[in-house]
């Protein structure tokens, strides 16, 4: 086949669309910085996940080491059953905390993970028993008026 | 006549003119489809057709991207200032590109750009009578003509949509860093973070491509129908930006009522 200009400029319009998909795909989207190569799933229930969703991440230390999952609702204990996906590189030992906070006052919630002392590790489809749940404003808010309105008679 | 029976029968005819319309509209797409196999046999008949839709329009696409992306660093870095944000703004550039501006913008520049041209080409080869020149040399214009255009077109929206987001992505880049004084680490972490590849990059790039099916279908069928009259290939001319530009709009809300819904 003769190759004619015609066909390097198509040549060359191809390769910038290739390239600019994978300078969105390296530098805009978290194509390598989240790639979770090999992973490790662990659930954790909880009472209340507050606003949890898919794909929020799970940190340790601050540093991110894994996703979450799935959410799902467990209809025999009434909770949350929520399935972390943790890189292999980090293995944690089973006492591990898993409790949820937020990211500033108004960012998205995330798992933290706390690493207790135990000698052994999490292993895939084990269940972390230590959790706490997300802290639910108006929660606090009620427990702080109802203390205080106990508190006023004794005065 | 009665007046209101003339209201209500030019509504009438205006419905059915335009699901008669729709119909072989339709009927073309999947004409299309099937001669395709012939079009993907003779590829520089396809070459040809992406150099004049995809590379010709790739200046319109990034200047504009430049622009819109510069626009969104300085418009987002005003409000989110006000909630000490600003960092976010890296985010806040490349989802809105890469979910909504850049295929959108892309498909509106794309059918204004090479929709017309397509329109434009085919409707003064009808006129000239080209297309019954090709059908007595029992050559089928759909495949000769229909297909590699199609093909082209759905080619070089994804790839002019991603130049477009990359592109504006700079852009941004251009005014929130250097200008403004954003920080650089930041700008680029925030957004590795918050942007996720499946989600929003691919995503983007379906929406592109299924715009580019319709823009293109769109713009060949309004050619392959005009009237083979000057008057008549201005009119589908027009007709290829207005419908294509609807067609888009509504398109993205029903894939974006898809996409976001997990």
Redesign the interface.
């Known amino acids: ?1 003769d190759k004619t200009t ?2 390097i ?2 040549g ?3 390769a ?3 390239a ?2 994978m ?3 390296m ?5 390598t ?2 790639t979770l190569g090999e992973t490790y799933m662990v659930t954790a229930n909880y009472e209340n996940i507050g606003g949890l969703k ?2 929020a ?1 799970v940190k340790s230390s601050g540093v ?1 080491v894994g996703r979450i999952d799935n959410i799902k609702f467990d209809t025999k204990a009434y909770q949350a059953v929520v399935t972390l996906k943790i890189d292999k590189r980090y293995p944690f030992p089973k006492d591990t905390f898993a409790n949820i906070y937020t990211s500033g006052l108004l960012g998205e919630q995330y798992i933290s993970l706390e690493p207790g002392g135990d000698d052994h590790f999490l292993k895939e489809g084990d269940r972390i028993s230590k959790t706490q749940d997300a802290v639910v404003l108006e929660k606090l808010i009620s427990q702080f008026l109802y203390n205080k309105a106990t508190d006023e008679p004794k005065k | 006549m009665n007046p209101i029976f003339k209201i209500l029968s030019n509504i009438g005819n205006q419905v059915t003119s335009r699901i008669w319309r729709l119909g072989s509209a339709t009927r073309l797409f999947l004409l299309t489809l099937i001669y395709s196999g012939e079009s993907f046999r003779r590829i520089h008949l396809m070459i040809r057709e992406i150099y004049f839709t995809g590379v010709m329009s790739i200046i319109i696409i990034v200047v504009s991207a430049f622009f819109v992306g510069m626009v969104l660093g300085l418009q987002g870095y005003y409000t989110l200032q006000k909630y000490g944000s600003s960092e976010s703004i890296g985010v806040l550039v490349a989802l809105a590109l890469l979910r909504e501006l850049g295929p959108v913008v892309t498909a509106l520049l794309f059918a204004g750009r090479a929709g017309t041209a397509i329109t434009a080409e085919i409707g003064l080869m009808k006129a000239t009578e080209q297309l019954s020149a090709m059908e007595m040399m029992a050559i089928s214009p759909i495949a000769r003509i229909i297909a590699p255009r199609f093909w082209a077109g759905a080619i070089s929206m994804p790839i002019l949509a991603s130049i477009f987001s990359m592109v504006g992505v700079m852009g941004g880049y251009l005014v929130a860093v250097p200008i403004i004084g954003v920080d650089h680490g930041a700008f680029w972490s925030q957004m590795n973070v918050n942007v996720d590849f499946k989600f929003d990059v691919i995503n983007g790039l379906i929406k592109s491509l299924v715009f580019g099916i319709a823009c293109t279908i769109i713009a060949l069928y309004e050619g392959y129908d005009a009237p083979p009259t000057a008057e008549g290939v201005s009119r589908a001319t027009t007709r290829t930006v207005v419908t294509s530009s609807l067609a888009v709009l509504g398109l993205d809300f029903i894939l974006t009522s898809f996409m976001m819904s997990y």
């Open positions: 086949m015609l066909d400029w198509v060359l319009f191809v910038t669309g290739i600019a998909l300078g969105l795909a530098k805009v989207g978290n194509l910085s989240n898919p794909r991440p991110v």
